[in-house]
């Protein structure tokens, strides 16, 4: 008998939290195997849980030193089940919104989901066009001395326009503002005087003039010379980055990413650690063409309070749609599973050459849910870094 998705999941919270004995247990019951046969899974299923999530074991004490646990009933065990799922319930909303949650164990049950095989399209998708001429004077503006990133996203916030601009419909779109640019040029000069630590040595991007078409479809003879980053041995996902100079292009390559539908997801993430306040800059590219450009803060809401339980971005640390003019993005499943492709103007991402900056990436799939449908957590199919210890690059 094989495990459903419910019964991995809490083994390995049982691990996280160094319940050998509990683990061993759950996959008793669950698998119907004898005692021999769970220990050895398990033991297994540790090992590669300390590969794939290490941050997740740093202060625990070795497996071996585990003290006895007292027999668990069926009755209790139900109940906490009942309760866990509830707490999980009451925070599906903040799982979706958040962008650090680890990825579930990749067993042979959980991705069940991949194995669905899709007929390559026919033809190509839509392709995204690079303009030839960029108007540097939408993204940047001239500093006074006294300007910081920080004093002018506070006087972005106390904005008549912006408060206007966040709480309409328009708020996803292109922000043109004079005090967004300045905010950018801010931005731009501090990373500009970044450095990585001495004990780093950057990933080098490679500079390439081979032009790419943005169609979701990942070419040899555009990307053959680009910087190849394989982000999951097991289910070879891979990253792609090259640069011309002018633009910073990625590719990711997701062979296990088989289905249509489902929220199949590239986010690549720059800036992290740039200063107190800027948790990050970061594109999405989802399951079509186009791209979406957010910055993420740690500045909250300093007018008036709310005067509706709608306005939660009053509420919460601020993050901003549309920073990026010059950004695209598409995806496609042309070659029988999902691959996309995207560019950044790279002035207007304040990336220089030359210059350290920092990037990680997560490319997500469809999440994993119990058996009545409901939300447990996000499932990747690749992560390359995290915010708390994001990747160098420098071309």
């Known amino acids: 008998m094989e495990l459903t998705s419910l019964q991995a ?9 160094g319940r050998t004995i509990d683990a061993v247990k759950l996959y008793r019951e669950g698998t119907g195997c004898d005692l021999r046969t769970a220990k050895t899974e398990i033991d297994k299923r540790l090992a590669a849980l300390k590969t794939q999530k290490p941050h ?12 006895a646990k007292p027999k668990i009933s069926k009755t ?11 707490i999980f ?75 206007r601009r966040k709480s309409s ?20 000069q501090l990373s500009l005087r970044r450095s990585a630590s001495s004990n780093i040595t950057p990933q080098k991007i490679a500079l390439h003039k081979t032009s790419i078409t943005l169609d979701g ?14 982000v999951d041995t097991e289910l070879n996902t891979r990253l792609y980055f090259k640069t011309d100079g002018k633009w910073l292009y990625i590719a990711c390559d997701a062979p296990q990413e088989k289905t249509q539908g489902g929220y199949d997801q590239l986010r690549v993430y720059f800036h992290a650690g740039l200063t107190d306040d800027l948790i990050n800059e970061r594109i999405h590219i989802g399951r079509s063409s186009g791209l979406t450009s957010i910055r993420q803060t740690t500045f909250r809401w300093a007018g008036d309070p709310p005067t509706s339980n709608e306005e939660r971005w009053k ?67 690749g992560e390359w870094g995290d915010r708390n210890n994001p990747m160098w690059m420098v071309f």
């Open 9 to 17: 999941y809490d083994i390995e919270k049982a691990l996280i939290k």
């Open 56 to 67: 997740y074991f740093n202060d625990l004490p070795p497996t071996h030193a585990e003290p």
């Open 76 to 86: 209790f065990l139900v109940k906490f089940l009942l309760i866990d799922t509830l």
């Open 89 to 163: 319930g009451g925070l599906i909303y903040y799982f979706f919104l958040s962008d650090n949650n680890s990825p579930a164990p990749r067993d042979a049950n959980q991705s069940a989901q991949y194995e669905q095989k899709v007929p390559a399209s026919k033809g190509r998708p839509k392709s995204a066009s690079l303009p030839n001429h960029v108007d540097t004077s939408t993204y940047t503006a001239t500093l006074s001395p006294e300007d910081s990133f920080d004093s002018l996203y506070n006087t972005k916030l106390s904005n008549t326009a912006y408060i």
């Open 169 to 188: 419909s328009n708020s996803s779109s292109y922000d043109d503002s004079n005090i967004e640019r300045k905010i950018k040029t801010a931005r731009s």
């Open 217 to 230: 479809i990942i070419e040899d003879s555009e990307w053959a010379a680009a910087t190849s980053l394989l």
């Open 315 to 381: 509420k919460y640390p601020i993050s901003d749609w549309g920073i990026y003019r010059y950004a695209y993005g598409t995806s496609s499943m042309t070659s029988g599973h999902r691959q996309y492709e995207a560019a950044i103007l790279l002035e207007e991402a304040g990336i220089h050459e030359g210059v350290p900056f920092t990037v990680y990436a997560e490319i997500e799939t469809d999440p994993l849910k119990n058996e009545q449908g409901k939300f447990i957590e996000r499932q990747y199919l």
